[in-house]
């Protein structure tokens, strides 16, 4: 896989997160790569960002864009960013105590996303 300027990293076996990827996939017009780190080897994964490795992108979603990785709620803050309606209220995810209560949501996702599915 050749590197991408912005590309997120999730897991595709959880039905959950491949619903929200594919959402992403459509509000971002295509504009990023989305991929399940399931179908990346380790190297491919190193050559997308050297932090990445497959426990990493097993813990929560990665976000790579300019050669900057962003995991989590901060990948997610990126994200809206490039999301056309709701890049307007991206200011808002970094006001203060926003980015505790947004790890902590992400937590939760994680937590129970198989529930959700």
Not at 69 to 95: C, E, H, N, S, T
């Amino acid at each position: 896989m050749q590197p991408q300027t912005s590309v997120l990293v999730y897991d595709g076996n959880c039905e959950f997160c491949t619903r929200l990827a594919k959402s992403i996939r459509e509000k971002t017009r295509d504009q990023i790569a989305i991929v399940s780190y399931h179908q990346l080897t380790d190297n491919e994964l190193q050559v997308l960002h050297k932090q990445l490795s497959r426990d990493l992108c097993a813990g929560e979603v990665q976000f790579i864009t300019s050669g900057n990785r962003y995991p989590g709620f901060f990948a997610v803050r990126q994200l809206v960013w490039k999301m056309d309606i709701y890049k307007y209220f991206g200011i808002l995810l970094y006001l203060p105590l926003v980015p505790f209560l947004g790890m902590a949501t992400m937590y939760l996702l994680k937590r129970f996303r198989k529930k959700l599915s």
